[in-house]
Structures are given as C-alpha cells and as structure tokens.
C-alpha cells in the first residue's frame, strides 16, 4: 500500500513523548513534609530537553530496558483483541476469525519514533495519525515505514503526523481507538483530564481510549503521594490517582488488566480502556 502522510507542525511548549517503563528506585524519595503537589513540579522545558537529547532508539525510548518491547507490544495486542471479542459478544455477534477486519482510524499519542505505531496499531487500523512534539523521532518514524513498506508490502498505513504536546493536542478525527502510552506522566493533573476529555469527544461510536502507564504500589498509596522524578521531569500516580483522573475526564473504565511479564525492578504497568459516560 503507498504512503500518505501529513505533518502538522507547531510551536512545542511541552512534550508528551512516550516516557518509558521506569525503575521503582525513585531520583527524588517521597518527603513527609509538607510539599507541592508533584505534579506542578512538571517542567515542560526539561522535559522536552530530554526527550529532544535522547538517542531515537528503542532502549532510548524505553530508559534502556528494550527487552521489555515484545512483551509489552505482546500485552497491548492481547488487551485490544480482549476488548473486540468483549464487544462482539455484547452485541451478540461473537466470531472465531482469528484475523478480525482493521479498525477505520487509530492514533498514537506521544509515539516517540513510532514503536507502537509500527510494532502495533499499523496492524489493526487502516489509518494510524501519530503525535509527538519532537521532531527528530517523527522523521525516523517516517523513514523506518517508509523501508519496512517496501519489505513487507501492504500494511496500514501512517496518516497525519502533528509535531505538539498533548496538553494541546485535539483530536481531529473520529477515532477508533485514542493509544497513549507512558506519556501522560508529563502533564500535570489538570492537563491530563482536559486530554483526556478531549479525547472522549474524538471517538468514533464504540471507539476507546486506551491508556497504558506506571502505577505505584501500595507504600505510596498509603502515604496519599505521587512520586515526582527530576530525571525527564515526569509524575508516577497512584492507582487511585488515576481513576480520579478518569471520572474527572467524564470518562469510565470499561477494561483494565496490568501488564505481565515485565522484568524485575520496574514500576507496575496497568492498562485501562475507557469510554464516555
């Protein structure tokens, strides 16, 4: 299949690149005195200073554990045939067909140099749109497509690709499935849930948004803290946290598993799938 795409370019105050699996040894332990909020300690530059230093491979997007991208790729995919199987039931409809037909239109949110993008959803959706602010991951997401297209031939294909933070990133299409995935931990509270209901207004009917990110355990559920780390300027959330979050966001959880078969050492990584009330 030929390639279409569409970059739509803006000025980036921010960036929600995907972050990555992140190890439970914390830059900065919780404090018991009284502190800001972690997540108003979230400073947009830094952030994108070190995610635009980062090397665009694999171990750099994934904090030098690559080892744990099959599997993780592995995970999603399973969530999402979970998902299609739920709703066929629900709708009385259930089949056998081992290769279900692709969604209309997918996006990948903070996709980084498309790992996702290529390891995933070009496999499911007809159209995948990517956003990512830094643009030097884009042009390798572009150039590995290109190459792998001419390999294997027909696969989904990349849509419109849009250089902007999500803090600020509208959804222009009605989607099938919203993917964001170790981003969200660079926007603060406030901005997560006006993503995300951003979100909510951009799906297709029956569509969803699945969200995919560290969670912590249960020292910090009891402590009533999110953890702030200086490194690349991101928030890890508590379980609860998040699906303060999502009700914010007018949103309710319609799935969610957490991620298996990570390596010792990391933060737990859960995944939630998530409609409009």
């Keep these: 299949m030929s390639m279409s795409t569409t970059t739509v ?17 914390p830059t900065n332990p919780p404090s018991t005195s ?14 994108l200073s070190y995610w635009t230093s980062t090397p665009p491979t694999i171990s750099g997007m ?28 629900s709708l009385g409809t259930p089949k056998r067909d081992m290769h279900p037909p692709r969604l209309g239109r ?17 496999d499911v959706a007809e159209v995948v749109d990517v ?11 572009r150039r590995d497509l290109r190459e792998k297209e001419e390999r294997e031939g027909e696969r989904g294909k990349l849509g419109t690709v ?3 933070g999500l803090e600020v ?6 989607y099938d499935i919203i993917w964001i995935q170790w981003c969200l931990g660079q926007l603060t ?56 979050l999502f009700q914010r966001a007018g949103l309710k959880v319609v799935r969610e598993e957490t991620q298996r078969g990570f390596v010792r050492g990391l933060f737990p990584v859960r995944m939630w799938a998530l409609q409009p009330k």
């Design 9 to 25: 370019s803006a000025s980036i105050s921010t960036t929600a690149t995907a972050a990555a699996p992140a190890s439970t040894q």
């Design 34 to 47: 009284p502190n800001p909020p972690p997540d108003t300690q979230i400073s947009h530059p830094h952030a």
């Design 62 to 89: 994934l904090g030098g554990y690559p080892q744990v991208s099959r599997i993780d790729l592995q995970g999603s995919r399973t969530f999402l045939a979970k998902l299609r199987r739920s709703l066929e039931i």
């Design 106 to 122: 997918a996006v990948d949110c903070g996709a980084g140099i498309g790992r996702v993008t290529r390891g995933f959803l070009l």
């Design 131 to 141: 956003v990512e602010p830094v643009g030097k991951f884009t042009e390798m997401l």
């Design 162 to 164: 849009e250089n902007v």
């Design 169 to 174: 990133w509208t959804p222009r299409d009605d």
């Design 189 to 244: 509270d406030a901005d997560a849930v006006a993503c995300l209901a951003r979100c909510g207004k951009g799906l297709a009917a029956g569509g969803w948004i699945v969200v995919k990110e560290n969670v912590l355990g249960k020292f910090y559920e009891d402590l009533g803290e999110d953890l702030y780390d200086e490194t690349d300027s991101t928030v890890t959330r508590r379980l609860s946290k998040w699906r303060s």
